[in-house]
């Protein structure tokens, strides 16, 4: 079984609209790690957001905010106010407590349009 | 200013060379992972490192091998490239310990194998 889907392959949002990224994560660990990953053109991986299985409250970085659904099991990035510049590759990913190893999603790519 | 370095951004080889990609850290990082990533696939694991000289495949380590010689260094080998190599690999490292550790990547290398 996967351990994180994204079932989103490409999204597009207007220029200063909000847009959510959706992301659904499979483990038994009690204990784990939620990452959001942004790869520009250029293919590097930008780190931009963390959630704690144990936060209570959902993660913020700017205009980055992680909906966390523990029960659900999902953990979908929310941008508000998009730039021209938000438009690239989205990766989640998931490090469980057990094991050194992250698991990636097969990403979304999102585009923003002017 | 934290860094993962990959010794070269592009690579074009030939069907049969014996190729190698350098990946180095300055964050004195235990754990160091190769990816490679497809278009649709997301990132896969190749192999990963936990220690000096320790290594473990991932999801997809058939044509591959590493090198784990110094703790700041983690290399990649195909020992005989084949055109179906040909893709963007990744280059990470992350804490030993810790779900809130998240991994630093390298530019990547994008490798053309004729």
Same mark, same amino acid.
């Given at each position: 079984?996967?351990?994180?889907?994204?079932?989103?392959?490409?999204?597009?949002?207007?220029?200063?609209?909000?847009?959510?990224?959706?992301?659904?994560?499979?483990?038994?660990?009690?204990?784990?790690?939620?990452?959001?990953?942004?790869?520009?053109?250029?293919?590097?991986?930008?780190?931009?957001?963390?959630?704690?299985?144990?936060?209570?409250?959902?993660?913020?970085?700017?205009?980055?905010?992680?909906?966390?659904?523990?029960?659900?099991?999902?953990?979908?990035?929310?941008?508000?106010?998009?730039?021209?510049?938000?438009?690239?590759?989205?990766?989640?990913?998931?490090?469980?407590?057990?094991?050194?190893?992250?698991?990636?999603?097969?990403?979304?790519?999102?585009?923003?349009?002017? | 200013?934290? @860094?993962?370095?990959?010794?070269?951004? =592009?690579? *074009?080889? !030939?069907?049969?060379?014996?190729? #190698?990609?350098?990946?180095?850290?300055?964050?004195?990082?235990?754990?160091?992972?190769?990816?490679?990533?497809?278009?649709?696939?997301?990132?896969?694991?190749?192999?990963?490192?936990?220690?000096?000289?320790?290594?473990? @495949?991932?999801?997809?380590?058939?044509? =591959?091998? *590493?090198? !784990?010689?110094?703790?700041?260094? #983690?290399?990649?080998?195909?020992?005989?490239?084949?055109?179906?190599?040909?893709?963007?690999?990744?280059?990470?490292?992350?804490?030993?310990?810790?779900?809130?550790?998240?991994?630093?990547?390298?530019?990547?290398?994008?490798?053309?194998?004729?």
């Amino acid at each position: 079984a996967q351990k994180i889907t994204q079932t989103q392959p490409g999204m597009f949002v207007q220029e200063k609209e909000a847009v959510t990224l959706d992301c659904t994560y499979d483990t038994s660990d009690q204990s784990y790690g939620l990452f959001w990953y942004k790869q520009p053109s250029s293919g590097e991986m930008i780190f931009l957001i963390y959630q704690g299985s144990y936060d209570e409250q959902n993660a913020t970085e700017g205009r980055y905010s992680l909906n966390f659904q523990k029960a659900r099991k999902s953990a979908n990035l929310v941008i508000s106010a998009s730039q021209l510049g938000d438009s690239a590759m989205y990766f989640c990913a998931m490090r469980e407590r057990a094991g050194n190893q992250f698991y990636f999603g097969t990403g979304t790519s999102l585009t923003v349009i002017p | 200013d934290v @860094k993962v370095t990959q010794s070269s951004r =592009y690579l *074009v080889k !030939r069907t049969g060379e014996k190729v #190698f990609l350098e990946c180095v850290q300055d964050m004195d990082h235990e754990n160091m992972f190769w990816y490679r990533q497809d278009p649709g696939l997301g990132l896969r694991l190749i192999y990963f490192s936990y220690d000096v000289k320790m290594k473990e @495949k991932g999801d997809i380590p058939e044509g =591959y091998s *590493v090198s !784990r010689e110094k703790k700041e260094r #983690f290399s990649l080998i195909l020992e005989s490239a084949s055109t179906n190599q040909t893709s963007m690999y990744l280059c990470a490292s992350s804490a030993k310990s810790g779900t809130d550790n998240e991994q630093f990547f390298g530019p990547g290398t994008r490798l053309t194998v004729l």
